[in-house]
């Protein structure tokens, strides 16, 4: 999982030829198929057989197995038209609750109930051509989907060799033009960027069941409070790996505020439902069995949390509780869930395995597989080893295009994806998201990226090419924006040091929603232009520079700065952290504003050495107590720097 160098790298960041050709996926598909002809097959032959007497009222019953529907046709009266256009007004609905919220119990209600319906609404007699009609409509939606399947794979076949041509070359480019990050020891936030991280501390001290400032629509798609709140532990994450490794104190508490927070009712009962209605059960663990939408964003921002911290809170048996309700409680800890996930990307034929019901989403995977890989660097463990290459393979034939795009979903039950939700997002997501332990994927997605979408007008300004669809949707609020692709855009190209873009999709971002200050000093997007999952994306494109992403999940900070000694007291309100750092493991390097008015402030330091004597300010000194903690007061003022070193 290294990094390659020369011709070896330069193989693997192209597009491979085995993608798209999946036997599993084949496999699954095929069988789907051979189910549905078979209940096609058995509908016309209780049609048309003559060995008993049935009923016309049966004979329609029957043709129903064919597709969902498909008895009305023989019923032809008014009651049997209306039931049909019941039927397909309600279908897209049961289909959406399938694919949104993993219902399968909803499209095979539909079809189910068309069966009595159609036995129901029958006269004395059928329409005897119908069983020719309703085959002739199966056979033409099959001849359909099969052309359609496979003109879009001879295109996509074309567009990856066009793809293989320029891919080396763009990242040659990309790789010359990269702005390298500042030395870890020179690392401190800006101002503007502090205050724009400052949201994440507003949000992350509201009380458990004070959901003002998140948008709250539903808990089952993109919208959802959990995602909200995994995208407020990433940016803690950040700023705590990146920024201010040597500060615990309000940031820590931040943080387990959020994780604690995502186990609440309001965000996880919704799995008690996908339980029911998805796989027909009433055990309703969240971590045992698929959901990887919360163990995979999940264990992502605890490993987080866990590394930059060193706490160990959440590894002790029961320590993090789920809850469904307020009497249904599931008690897990992080080697229990990392252990469901490497159980499941073992067993699945897949390798990959669902989110909802029965549906496999490929960025809920990369999500745990980058969990996984902090998980593995902070406990000495292999399991992200243990798996890669059959995901990797996996990746490449069951979820890969034959144009190197990464498919989002899969259904597990029948093989197939939904057409149309392969969009350029998902290829700047992806370049995030494989970045750390599949790097050659991420860095090939940010080069057709980069390449296909990316340009600038004659004025500077950033234009993007080909977006279409969920391109141009917030997905944080189903709301169409052309603006909500800048934030992700903002990230992804300060990941690989791309100032010039980095900087032009904040401007955009801030262009398109606006901002706005709250009472607390905070700045965050506009509430009334951008959805909150959008707001904590643009937060995240002002803290990444090159590779920071890579090294907080690969890396985190050095032995030495963790060694050192912590801020582990400062008020907020109060004052903003831009800085902690210890560079030799003895001293403490932090750069303070204040977050409303100016004064004097105190600190808590601990982690040092009992009885020695510390400098901190001119000629300012204190002792260290028998616990290696001191306590001083500090004038902060604009940006304050306070170096604590012993002496």
Known sequence: MGKQTGRGRLLDELIPENVGTGTHRKRVQNKTLALWSTLAAVGLGLYYQN???????????ALSLIFPGAGY???????????????????????????????IFFPILIWTLSIPGAYLSTGKGVFEHSALVALAVWGSFMTYFNRFSATAREKATAKRKDRNEFINTELSRID?????????????????????????????????DDWSGFTDIDQFQTSALRYQLYEMMYNLGCYQGIYAPNFHGYASQAFRNTIEKSLTPKVMGFWKWETRWGKFKTDYDPVVEDNIMVTGFFIQGLMM?????????????????????????????????????????????????????????????????????????????????SVMPTFEESLNENFTEPDGSILPIRSELTGFTIPGLCGALTDLVNAILCRGYLD??????????????IAFA????????GLVGADKLD????????????????????????????????????KGFGKVTLPSGATKLDPEKSSNTTALGAIRAGLLRCEDWKNVIGKGPSKTTLAGPILSEAPYPGVLVAKARSHDSKDLDIVLYPSAESGVFPLGISRLVPGQEYAYGAEKSVIADKNGEIKIEVPVEGRTCV????I
């Open 73 to 103: 046709i023989a019923s032809a009266n008014i009651l049997g038209t209306v039931l049909l256009l019941f039927t397909y007004i309600t279908l897209p609905a049961a289909l959406f609750a399938w694919f949104g919220a993993g219902g």
């Open 643 to 646: 170096h604590i070193v012993p």
């Open 440 to 453: 050659h994927v991420a860095r090939r997605m940010w080069a057709i990226f980069r390449h296909e979408c």
């Open 475 to 510: 997905p944080g609020n189903y709301r169409a924006s052309e603006y909500a692709i800048f934030p992700i855009l903002g990230y992804v190209a300060g990941e690989y040091g791309d100032v010039k873009v980095q900087k032009a999709a904040r401007a955009m971002t801030e």
């Open 176 to 208: 010359s033009l990269a702005t390298p990050a500042p030395p870890e020891a020179d690392r401190e936030l800006g101002l503007e960027e502090l205050r724009d991280f400052q949201y994440v501390f507003d949000q992350a001290f509201k009380d458990n």
């Open 51 to 61: 060995l008993y007497d049935m009923s016309p009222r049966a004979r329609a019953a």
């Open 458 to 465: 004659p004025d500077g300004t950033l234009e993007l090419k």
């Open 305 to 385: 949390y866990t590394a930059n911290t060193g706490d160990l809170r959440y590894t002790k048996p029961g320590s993090l509780k789920f809850q469904i309700s307020k009497d249904i409680v599931y008690e897990h800890d992080i080697h229990s869930i990392d252990k469901a996930l490497v159980r499941q990307w073992k067993s699945n034929p897949y390798c990959f395995f669902p989110c909802e019901p029965n549906w496999i989403y490929t960025p809920c995977n990369f999500q745990g597989m980058t969990g996984q890989i902090i998980y593995d660097r902070f406990f000495n463990t292999s399991h992200a080893a």
